[in-house]
């Protein structure tokens, strides 16, 4: 194995160590996105560690298209978790990857952002139709079907497909005028 995938495997190695030990370690609150209206359309999303990304929407509905839309964004979110996970899986299971390539696409009706509705009068759905998720992989002398099934529990692990597919409760709290945020 290499550096890379032997630190990755020992690593995961040691979580799941710990874990066994004392499950109530593995839960713990994910850092928290911030987000902060910039004029328009255009808006800052920011991680406490300073990275920050700003996105816009395309020009066709009001925005300046010059930066990723909020959609984009969530999209490559999805591809790089699938891809992370799958990339641990393989470490774990001691398969060094030449290629992991992960695509995500989606279909959308703009008319529910719009708050539009359908011939019916019922309101557009704003979110994605649906997903489409490409993985190209190689690894050299590993079958097809080994991969395939690597592919399978990397994106059973991926907590952004899993939240996608089983709709954790979201508890939505609003701060309004002169009251303080918690």
């Known amino acids: ?34 987000a ?4 328009g359309t255009r808006v800052a999303a920011s991680h406490e560690n300073g990275t920050r990304i700003d996105t816009d929407m ?6 300046s298209g010059d930066r990723v839309s909020p959609g984009w964004l969530f999209r490559a979110g999805i591809a790089a978790c699938g891809a992370t996970a799958i990339a641990m899986v393989a470490a774990s299971q001691g398969i060094e990857l030449e290629q992991l390539d ?6 959308s009706d703009a008319r529910g952002l719009l708050g539009m509705r359908d011939g019916a009068g019922d309101p557009v759905p704003p979110g994605a139709i649906g997903f489409t998720i490409n993985v190209r992989i ?3 002398a590993v079958d ?9 529990e990397g994106l ?11 709709h954790p409760p979201l508890d939505v709290q609003v701060q309004v005028g002169a009251e303080q945020a918690a």
């Open 1 to 34: 194995m290499n550096t890379a995938t032997d630190a990755i495997a020992q690593a995961m190695q040691r979580a799941v160590d710990v874990f066994t030990r004392r499950p109530q370690q593995g839960l713990h609150d994910d850092a928290t996105a911030y």
């Open 36 to 39: 902060s209206w910039q004029g």
């Open 58 to 63: 395309p020009r066709e509905l009001g925005g």
């Open 102 to 107: 992960v695509h995500v696409g989606s279909r």
């Open 138 to 140: 190689r690894a050299s």
């Open 144 to 152: 097809d079907a080994r991969l395939r099934a690597l592919v399978d």
């Open 156 to 166: 059973r692990r991926s907590p952004m497909q899993d939240a996608m597919l089983r």
